[in-house]
T-cell receptor
Framework: DGGITQSPKYLFRKEGQNVTLSCEQN?????MYWYRQDPGQGLRLIYY???????QKGDIAEGYSVSREKKESFPLTVTSAQKNPTAFYLC???????????FGEGSWLTVV | GESVGLHLPTLSVQEGDNSIINCAYS??????FIWYKQESGKGPQFIID???NMDKRQGQRVTVLLNKTVKHLSLQIAATQPGDSAVYFC???WGGGSQGNLIFGKGTKLSVKP
C-alpha cells in the first residue's frame, strides 16, 4: 500500500532524554514535513524538506532536529532542549512544496 | 480558521441533514485551498481542494465554495452520516511565504446525532 508510515504510535520520554520519531513514505514525494498538534489547536510546522539533503526550519523548530538522507525517510528528533514536548506529531509529504499534503497517522509523545 | 484557544467551534447536526462548515482564510494572495478531515487520534485525511480560479467544486457528497471577495471558504456535506463526525479544517497556500507551504486553520468539530 502506498502511504506514510510513522512509528512508534505511542512514545514516552523521560525528562532530559532525546527521542526520535520515524517517518517513511513510499509515495515518491520530494517534500516532507513534520507538524506538531496540541489539543484544540491547529497544526504548527516544525521542519520541512523539499529535497534530499536539504531541510528548513518551520515556525517552532527550537528543540527539534531532522535529517533527510534518503527521499523516503524524514526522522524527527525531539531533544532535551524542547521544554514542552508532549503533543501529537504528524509527518506529511507532498509531491512538491505547496501542493496537497498527505499525512501519516501520527505519533503521540508523552513526557513522564 | 478562527482562534478559540483550547476549544474548537462545534457544529452539531442530525443524521441525514446537510452540514456547512466555514473557514475564514488569512491572505488574499492565497491561490489554493484544501479541506481535511481528522478523526480522533488519527492523521488528517484529504477531502477536497479548490484553486482560486474556481468558485465551486464538487466531490462525492461534498462541495467546497470559495468567496474570494470576503476570503471565505465553506465545506458542505450532504446527507451527513455518523461517520462524518470529526474535526474539519481548511488550509491555504499563498505561495509567497518564506516556506511556500500550507497554512492550516484550527478546525471545526462536527458532531452527528443519530
Amino acid at each position: 500500500d502506498g502511504g506514510i508510515t510513522q512509528s512508534p504510535k505511542y512514545l514516552f520520554r523521560k525528562e532530559g532524554q532525546n527521542v526520535t520519531l520515524s517517518c517513511e513514505q513510499n509515495l515518491n514525494h520530494d517534500a516532507m514535513y513534520w507538524y506538531r498538534q496540541d489539543p484544540g489547536q491547529g497544526l504548527r510546522l516544525i521542519y520541512y524538506s523539499q529535497i534530499v539533503n536539504d531541510f528548513q526550519k518551520g515556525d517552532i523548530a527550537e528543540g527539534y532536529s531532522v535529517s533527510r538522507e534518503k527521499k523516503e525517510s524524514f526522522p524527527l528528533t525531539v531533544t532535551s532542549a524542547q521544554k514542552n514536548p508532549t503533543a501529537f506529531y504528524l509527518c506529511a509529504s507532498s509531491d512538491r512544496a505547496g501542493n496537497t499534503i498527505y499525512f501519516g497517522e501520527g505519533s503521540w509523545l508523552t513526557v513522564v | 480558521g478562527e482562534s478559540v484557544g483550547l476549544h474548537l467551534p462545534t457544529l452539531s447536526v442530525q443524521e441525514g441533514d446537510n452540514s456547512i462548515i466555514n473557514c475564514a482564510y488569512s491572505n488574499s494572495a492565497s491561490d489554493y485551498f484544501i479541506w481535511y478531515k481528522q478523526e480522533s487520534g488519527k492523521g488528517p485525511q484529504f477531502i477536497i481542494d479548490i484553486r482560486s480560479n474556481m468558485d465551486k467544486r464538487q466531490g462525492q457528497r461534498v462541495t467546497v465554495l470559495l468567496n474570494k471577495t470576503v476570503k471565505h471558504l465553506s465545506l458542505q456535506i450532504a446527507a451527513t452520516q455518523p461517520g462524518d463526525s470529526a474535526v474539519y479544517f481548511c488550509a491555504e497556500n499563498w505561495g509567497g511565504g518564506s516556506q511556500g507551504n500550507l497554512i492550516f486553520g484550527k478546525g471545526t468539530k462536527l458532531s452527528v446525532k443519530p
